[in-house]
T-cell receptor, first 118, second 112 residues
Framework: AQTVTQSQPEMSVQEAETVTLSCTYD???????LFWYKQPPSRQMILVIR??????QNATENRFSVNFQKAAKSFSLKISDSQLGDTAMYFC???????????????FGKGTKLSVKP | DTAVSQTPKYLVTQMGNDKSIKCEQN?????MYWYKQDSKKFLKIMFS???????INETVPNRFSPKSPDKAHLNLHINSLELGDSAVYFC???????????FGPGTRLTVL
């Protein structure tokens, strides 16, 4: 079975500091996509960052970057210069290859609740 | 303009009723999805439509049925609502299969 594990149910960080959220996944496939989504209290699901498994270079989006370790099946999210608006649930998600009954299926982890403190 | 919209945002109803949640996307995407988020915040795929064809149907009860009148809309119909159906339902869309999915604001369904 293909699964996504986020081992940190809750984390907190001081404003302006850096925090890393962990994510591991389990798959026997070689070609897939990984995502981090953010869900603030407003409930909206917002894409933070996306990584293609065939790319060795880690994706970055402004203050957000990932550490993608394909062999270890690890996909952590680093948030630099944390801001109060980063307070949210963060979900790691994985899309398996495009065949069978799994086309487009986003498999989510259980989420990490991040609190940024002033 | 909202890219993916859902109506209503809140829905409170009695057990046994039939209800629908509407979803519309104005992104020109070919694929649309429905996800269910339970009380523990866990998100799980329910359905997806690609070019108006159902391509995923996870083991959801057949009381749930997606209906797509056109490529921009994917509505979710739920018959004989049960207490366990209470959840937040998200619609999403993507350009194609495995492309980035963009989510609607969610519909919080409460079954009394």
């Amino acid at each position: 079975a293909q699964t996504v594990t986020q081992s940190q149910p809750e984390m907190s960080v001081q404003e302006a500091e850096t925090v890393t959220l962990s994510c591991t996944y389990d798959t026997s496939e070689n070609n897939y996509y990984l995502f981090w989504y953010k869900q603030p209290p407003s409930r909206q699901m917002i894409l933070v960052i996306r990584q293609e498994a065939y790319k060795q270079q880690n994706a970055t989006e402004n203050r957000f970057s990932v550490n993608f370790q394909k062999a270890a099946k690890s996909f952590s999210l680093k948030i630099s210069d944390s801001q109060l608006g980063d307070t949210a649930m963060y979900f790691c998600a994985f899309t398996p290859p495009n065949y069978g009954g799994s086309q487009g299926n986003l498999i989510f982890g259980k989420g990490t609740k991040l609190s940024v403190k002033p | 303009d909202t890219a993916v919209s859902q109506t209503p945002k809140y829905l409170v109803t009695q057990m046994g009723n039939d209800k629908s949640i509407k979803c519309e996307q104005n992104l020109g995407h070919d694929t649309m999805y429905w996800y269910k988020q339970d009380s523990k915040k866990f998100l799980k795929i329910m359905f997806s439509y690609n070019n108006k064809e159902l391509i995923i149907n996870e083991t959801v009860p057949n009381r749930f049925s997606p209906k797509s009148p056109d490529k921009a809309h994917l509505n979710l119909h739920i018959n004989s609502l049960e207490l366990g159906d209470s959840a937040v339902y998200f619609c999403a869309s993507s350009l194609g299969l495995r492309d980035t999915q963009y989510f609607g604001p969610g519909t919080r369904l409460t079954v009394l």
